[in-house]
């Protein structure tokens, strides 16, 4: 099922039960039907490949190992710091400082894990898009109309700290290597342009209707004069 939600943020996203948003701004900037199937099979993508479950499951391991960190993280402080700081256990108000600090450390050494594990079934979601939905070059487009508010190339080490999406430069590379690779060797398609209205239907023709005769076979050409002969090797 697919929904529209009156939002300008570019963005689209599935979620449990194979429920798929859309939000308007995203599909404002569009400019063909290549674009929208590309962004459904990646979406559709994500919930065929259980992305959206493994995620609840990796962020409630994050959750339970953040409390473990703020729980002997806070009680080793407290006790070589607490009588400086004034600090008389867990529940003292005073201590709210050191756990904000605390989760601050701990966000930035767990977000290139959980970016890294986000920016992975991102991937798996663009491989399965571009397989179900064959439209390499609209994908192209909307990853390309992604730079207007997140870097196009960044370095590999910006990508891995603050990108839990793939770069548009890894996107737009991915789906032309696909392109190369998939419909390289697809056959031409027939023209789909229509036959005027009323033209009459003719039966193709047989070769005693056309009248064709046998080509004349070839004659030996007569030999060239000496005086032209001489000219054309100078």
């Known amino acids: 099922h697919f929904f529209i939600i009156n939002e300008n943020e570019f963005n689209a996203f599935a979620a449990p039960s194979g429920l798929i948003f859309f939000n308007s701004g995203l599909i404002g900037t569009m400019n063909s039907e290549d674009e929208l199937v590309s962004v459904m099979a990646h979406e559709i993508g994500h919930y065929a490949l259980g992305h959206i479950y493994e995620m609840i499951i990796v962020m409630a391991v994050v959750a339970a190992v953040s409390f473990l960190f703020i729980d002997i993280g806070f009680g080793t402080l407290n006790g070589l710091f607490g009588q400086w700081w004034g600090i008389r256990d867990f529940g003292d108000t005073a201590g709210l400082p050191v756990l904000v600090i605390m989760l601050s450390v701990f966000g930035l050494l767990t977000t290139p894990v959980t970016n890294s594990i986000i920016r992975t079934n991102e991937a798996e979601a663009d491989i399965f898009g571009l397989n179900a939905a064959r439209e390499p070059d609209g994908f192209a487009t909307i990853a390309l109309k992604l730079s207007e508010y997140r870097k196009l190339d960044p370095t590999p080490l910006e990508e891995v700290i603050f990108f839990d999406h793939p770069s548009g430069r890894s996107r737009i590379s991915m789906a032309m290597r696909w392109k190369a690779e998939n419909l390289s060797d697809a056959p031409s398609q027939v023209s789909e342009t229509p036959a ?39």
């Open 196 to 234: 005027p209205v009323g033209a009459p239907l003719m039966a193709p023709a047989s070769s005693s209707e056309l009248n064709m005769e046998e080509p004349p076979a070839f004659q030996d050409s007569p030999a060239m004069p000496a005086s032209l002969e001489s000219a054309a090797v100078q």
